[in-house]
Each structure stands twice: as structure tokens, then as C-alpha cells.
């Protein structure tokens, strides 16, 4: 199998390379051409030699992708500018994600592609005191990410049938691991009890789940192979707890005598976020996690 895949200099989009080369897969790692994470995809390229194709190729210009890239099985689209930030409520930069998805969808028709895998978000939902369920749960963004995530999903569907394409959608929640971004909150936690000081939080009394990075590329991976995969799934662990606890155990992996300032920070109910997805679509395909919680911070804490 060949796939194209789109933000692939990114958290998420490196270690699904990885993942699809590892299962013998050739690869087209789109990456834009002002990067400054592409050694990333070097470090990939050198280990699988000729297996991993680097396409330089910008958002805007994705129209001519096929000719940069060639022909290909599957297309994952990864990219989205303003993902962190305050550029997640930036109506210009997130409204031009949604155009972004269409281009995709006619990209990977011109690849000769059978299979679009976009990327959604839990942001998506807005705030859901209870179980998320992929058919029944009515999004209710709150911010602009969340609300150009869902246009995208809907207009990218539409298009594919028009396209005669088919169109997966994961809906990705909470993930962490080596590699992730800075700023995140369990960086920041380990961070501060390593330099000795105290993580100022909220009161994380809000229910959540976290999925180590290697198998949300798992996830992925069986979403742009599994013949069975259709609409929305979500990616996400079947550990869903209260937030609190997932930020002790890091202290007490840590075997660290330092305080956690839970409440010091204000946090508005109306916009914190409630993880608790259904993962039955995603397990009815045969996928079952392989990182456990406490597995994956150990790794963290070891290559810091």
C-alpha cells in the first residue's frame, strides 16, 4: 500500500509515517516547504530507505499534489494551521482549514486514492458531561477550532460521495507521548516537579482521557486499511477517569515530594472540556490499545 499523508512533520503525523512504514508501507510525507521539523521525516527516510517519499508542498498549493506526489492507496490529511494557541479562535486561519479539506479530497482523487482519512477533534462536541457517542452526540463547539473541525467533517463527507471517494473522519481526543508538543499539561506537570516546583492547576475535577501517541498511529493506520472502517470514529484509550487522577500518578511515577496546586487556576465550566468517548466503533474493528497510562509517562520521564 502506498499513502500520501499531510502534516506529516507533525506529533501526530510523524509517528503515523512511522506506523505505516513499520507495516511495510510506502509512504508520501507531504511537509511544508518552510518546515523547520523536517528533519523528522530525514531521520524516517535514512531508516527506511526508499520506502519514504518527502513532498514539499504548502496548504495553498495542494491542488497540485498529485504531480508532486504521485499516485497512491490512501490519503491521510493531517495538516491544520492554528491547532494550539490562541489561533484556535482565529476565524480567518481556521476558516481556511475548511477549504484546506476540500483540496485534500480532490487531491486524493487525483492521486488515485480510494480512501480519505481526515482529522477530527473532540473539540468538536464543545462541552459533554457524558459519554460522547459518534451517532447520537450532537456537536456543540465553543471555539473556532472546534466549529472548523465540524464544517470540514461535513463538507469534506459531501464531497467525497460527490467525489465517489470514500471519507473517514477520526475524532481525536487527548494524545500524549514523546515528541509532543511543549505546553501541554503533561509536560508542563513533569517539568515543574523535576525542577522542583509546584504545577499550579485547575481543579481538574473534569473527566478525561489521554492515548499514547504509538497507538493513536495504530488507530489510524487500521482506519486507511480496514475495508470495514466508515464515518466517524473516536481515537481515544478506554481509560477515561477524573482529570486529578491521571495528574497524581504522574507525581507518584515521579516518586516526587512536590505539591500539586489544584484550583489555583480559575477554570469556566462552560469551556472545559469533558472526555468521556465511546470507543465501541473503534474496538468493533478489532483495535484494543497497547500503552497503558502509567507505561507511557514512564516513557516520557526516561527520554527527557
Known sequence: MRAIVTGATGFLGTALCEELLKNGCEVAAVARPDSVRLERLQVLQSSYSGQLQIVECALEELQELAQKAGRADVFYHLAWNGSSGGERNDFTIQYSNIKYTGDAVCAAKACGCSRVIGAGSQAEYGVVRGTAKEDETVPKPFMMYGAAKTAAYQMGRV?????????????????????????????YVIETLQDGGAPQLSPCENRWNFMYITDCARALYLLGTCAEAKGIYHIASEDTRVLREFVEEIREIMASSGQLQFGARESDPQRTFWLEPDVSRLKALGFSCRVGWKEGIKRKIECR
Open 159 to 187: 464531497l467525497a460521495e460527490q467525489e465517489d471517494i470514500e471519507f473517514v473522519w477520526p475524532r481525536i481526543y487527548s494524545v500524549y507521548g514523546v515528541g509532543e508538543n511543549p505546553g501541554t499539561l503533561v509536560n
